[in-house]
């Protein structure tokens, strides 16, 4: 049986260890402090430090990507993180990595206090994309609209009723009867779209046949003169001058055209007998299937307006907890419709053309919003933190703060009191003052 696993609803880092984890050529073992601080040059390791924390809860590197975390050539290691859960109790979760010498498939173990703990039980604990978007705010602004919504449906529950409330009269009535959820009603739009056009598909081939049959025109039957045929043939034993022989010619295609169009007559004559019938019951049929289709369109037309009030209500519910960050969930196309977007804009601008601090700044208060809306405590990683002097008094209330600083020359290492600790050899070093840590990253070799 599963245990209770309802302390990851806090998650604040004590230390983290790995073996054989990708992006550490060895062992790797951090301290976490409340506020902790990770410093080192490019390309020596920070990122693998976020992805060691988003691997050992999600599976996934920061970014949500699934790659392959075991160190090339090496078949068994592992990532490891002691934390400080919901009730207060220091737990150690571990994820194994086991590939394959045969087919070199990789497989993973997840472990608690040593206890191993089913991916499906974990999943139903931590919601990936959430989980996600607190620890990396970057990921949050790199969601797809349809998932940045999802996001954010989960935690702003919005009643039906408040949103028929801000809707007419006619299209409350055409989703009177419909079952759907905030979720699933893009789905249902789309099956009421092709439950459309099966309709139009068949009312127009009944239309087509409708018109057949009132254009329907039963021809005149020929008499064809057999008396005069019979004196003709008989006139040729005895005159077979080119003017009976003619006459005869003439007389044989009037025959087979009276044969061709009596023949028809019958068939039409027929389809005349039940094409009253046959009317009544197309004409039936269309003007059900127009009906329903009217219907249909209402209902379409009424679960679009649906979801723009809801848009609306979720975005004034967010904007109360935000400041200059702001979010926008839809925009008018040139075509004049609404179209869904997931864009993060802050003081009006985009948050894709906003400088780094800026980014940062966006995302401290992406997290303070998804944290208080989710009533989640988890880690928040500031990646890039050299591009921002002070952080905001927000931080203060914030679960756990992991900031990653460039410092030129120096390999990975985290701040441990008034020192910083080499994650690699394990030996202390004074730390940089401010200035002089900005002057190295900043102006690097010139001085």
Known sequence: MDINLNFLKKIEIVSATAHHFKGFEDDVSIEFSRFTEIFGDNSRGKSSVADLIAFVFNGTNSFGEKVDFLNQGKYFGWASIKFIGADNIVREIKRELSRDKNNGKTTTTIRI?????????FNREI?????????NPKYFQSLSPAKAKNVLFGLVNIKRDKVEELMDEDSKEAIKSSVFTIYDLDSKRSKISKEIKILEKTGS???????????LTVPEEIVFDEDDFCNTIKSLAYDNSKTNIDKLLELLKERDDALRNNMKREVYLKEQISSEADKELFSMEIEKINNEVAKLKKEYSALDLFKSKHLQLVVDSISSLLDKVSIQLSEKGTDGKEKEVFNILYNGKNTNICSCSEQIKTGLEVYSMLSELSRLQYPLIIDNAEAITTLDNM???????ITMTVMKGRDLCFAKGDVLVDVKTRKTMPRMEESEMSVNRILGDLF
């Open 113 to 121: 206090d040593h206890k191993t703990i089913s991916t499906a039980a």
């Open 127 to 135: 919601n990936s994309d959430l989980f996600l978007s607190m620890l």
């Open 395 to 401: 931080v203060k209330d914030f679960t756990q703060v």
């Open 205 to 215: 081939e009944l239309r087509a046949k409708l018109k057949y049959l009132k254009d």
